[in-house]
């Protein structure tokens, strides 16, 4: 069993920066892919970027490529999602899910965060 809680999220300008956190319960946190989704009001969740394990492989929907940088630090149970360069339409709600399964790009993972709102204004 995997606990993930997410802070970070907050009131941003266009163009400016965020770091999420997503913090892990559960010794196994290590082995598990990460992944950080996204859900802006009326629109389905999104992947946005998924790390593995070992942090050795990353993936990024194309919208984020290049603004986002997903990572983790396994020895403090914690991974994070630095947003730069952030745009009006990055706002929505940011949730933090882990699997134990390799994921990179798949929607299903098995444990999610409660959430974390960012708002991205003009």
């Known amino acids: 069993q995997v606990q993930l809680v997410e802070s970070g999220g907050g009131l941003v300008q266009a163009g400016g920066s965020l770091r999420l956190s997503c913090a892990a319960s559960?010794?196994?946190?290590?082995?598990?892919?990460m992944g950080w989704f996204r859900q802006a009001p009326g629109k389905e969740r999104e992947l946005v970027a998924a790390i593995k394990w070992s942090g050795s492989s990353t993936y990024y929907a194309d919208s984020v490529k290049g603004r986002f940088t997903i990572s983790r630090d396994n020895a403090k149970n914690t991974g994070y999602l630095q947003m730069n360069s952030l745009k009006l339409e990055d706002t929505g709600v940011y949730y933090c899910?882990?699997?134990?399964?390799?994921?990179?790009?798949?929607?299903?993972?098995?444990?999610w965060g409660q959430g974390t709102q960012v708002t991205v204004s003009s």
């Open positions: 559960g010794r196994t946190f290590s082995s598990y892919t």
């Open positions: 899910a882990a699997d134990p399964r390799y994921r990179l790009g798949s929607p299903d993972y098995e444990y």
